[in-house]
């Protein structure tokens, strides 16, 4: 089929990967524009933009799609369909149009569960059990659309956002170009998505990130694992050097009583509102993710200090 591509990450990446492994005809790829980045804050290609460059494929960077001469351009292109994943723009009226087979999107949840932004982070955060990739056609809602395909996988206790992001993609790259060759064919099929349980999967704010140890223990240990790899649970805390902020990447969960916030030990432990969290894994500003035994020869989280 002669499609349109529109993505950014390396979720998306390994879409793009499979759809050109199948033969497809990629007529553009639409990728967020070059953002400044590292510590020179140079400009960066996406994920998505630079395997597109590599294979020859036409990319285009608009920031917006909501002018005429975008979308004229777009549909001039004249694609059988397209296919939206992670891409990072909303799709206007005129583009869902555009495509003889409308727009296709890979979506990282069970739908209607988790609709928006940030669906795989919200699943952790939220201590959902099981999540998956569903093949949905775009219409003018936010995730609302029919259903054609789905795959899912269970969320281990201790799976962080980062590794249900790369199952998600791993399942998902082949399901969406199985939908294709369906569609070539006339044989995909869409079901209507039920309004019963769905929620709003909203971007991942900054201030969220911060821990509150007021909450419970179980609470926060999926609160860690929702923001693992990025932007990264944090808690602050003065431990002789002056206060510094320090994210958590790895915990788990154990009894323990005390003021939320109050270092029960000298090895990690932390009261909540509910039991207590242990922390295993942590980074300092600038700084490599190290176990909490090397962090604590370097730091003082002695029993009794209380963290913010």
Known sequence: MRLIFM??????????????????????????????????????KSSVHQFAESKGLFVRTPKSLRNAEEQELFRALGADVAVVVAYGLLLPQP??????????????????????????????????????????????????????????????????????????????????????DLLAKGDLRFTPQSEEGACYAAKIGKAEARIDWRRRAQALHDHVRGLTPFPGAFFEGDFGHGVERVKVSRAKVEAGRGAPGTVLDDMGLVACGE????????QRAGKAEMGVEEFLRGRKLAKGVVLG
């Open 7 to 44: 993505g950014t990450p390396d979720f998306a990446t390994a879409l793009l990967k499979e759809i050109c492994a199948r033969g497809h005809e990629v007529a553009a790829v639409y990728s967020q524009p070059p953002r400044p980045a590292g510590r020179g804050m140079s400009e960066k």
């Open 95 to 180: 583009i869902l149009d555009a495509p003889k087979h409308g727009c296709l999107n890979l979506h990282g949840s069970l739908l209607p569960r988790w609709r928006g932004a940030a669906p795989i982070q919200r699943a952790i955060m939220a201590g959902d059990k099981e999540s998956g990739v569903e093949v949905m056609k775009m219409d003018a809602g936010l995730d609302t659309g029919p259903v054609a395909l789905s795959a899912r996988t269970p969320i281990g206790p201790d799976m962080t956002a980062g590794e249900l992001h790369d199952k998600l993609a791993e399942l998902g790259a082949p399901l969406m170009a199985d939908a294709l």
């Open 275 to 282: 039991d207590a969290l242990r922390l295993l894994r942590v």
